[in-house]
């Protein structure tokens, strides 16, 4: 995996580029998953067989992820970042303060799940590539 490249992906997604650009850049990188532990603000990124590559989130005075995992204000806070009205930054916030502990994204399968403490969890699919 070329960490370079994902420490850029980070640097993309907290200067707002669309989601589906950097999991493309992910791709480039030769990372297959990742999972962000909004807990610890780590995010470990795994390649092939056992490699992986660990990095901070860098999120600055980060609320406390609420006891209770709230499905439709998670499911909420995505919608609004798809349609581009709120930063990275702004969408990692409300969904900690719905309750979500961590999520991973799966970029083979196109989907992201996002965890609550107690195993509660949304999954969501994202688009391929465009052709």
């Known amino acids: 995996m070329d960490t370079t490249m994902i420490d850029e992906c980070d640097s993309m997604s907290f200067a707002d580029v669309p989601f589906p650009q950097v999991v493309a850049h992910h791709v480039a990188a030769g990372v297959h998953s990742y999972r962000a532990d909004l807990i610890r603000r780590q995010k470990v990124c795994y390649g092939d067989a056992a490699d992986f590559y660990e ?75 465009r052709a």
């Open 55 to 129: 990095a901070e989130i860098p999120l600055q005075d980060a609320p406390e992820i609420a006891t209770a995992f709230r499905d439709k204000e998670v499911s909420r806070a995505i919608q609004v970042i798809q349609r581009g009205e709120i930063s990275y930054d702004t969408f990692l916030r409300q969904i900690m303060q719905a309750g979500c502990a961590s999520y991973c994204v799966f970029i083979k399968s196109r989907k992201v799940v996002y965890f609550g403490r107690d195993g509660d969890c949304h999954i969501e699919s994202f688009p391929g590539p």
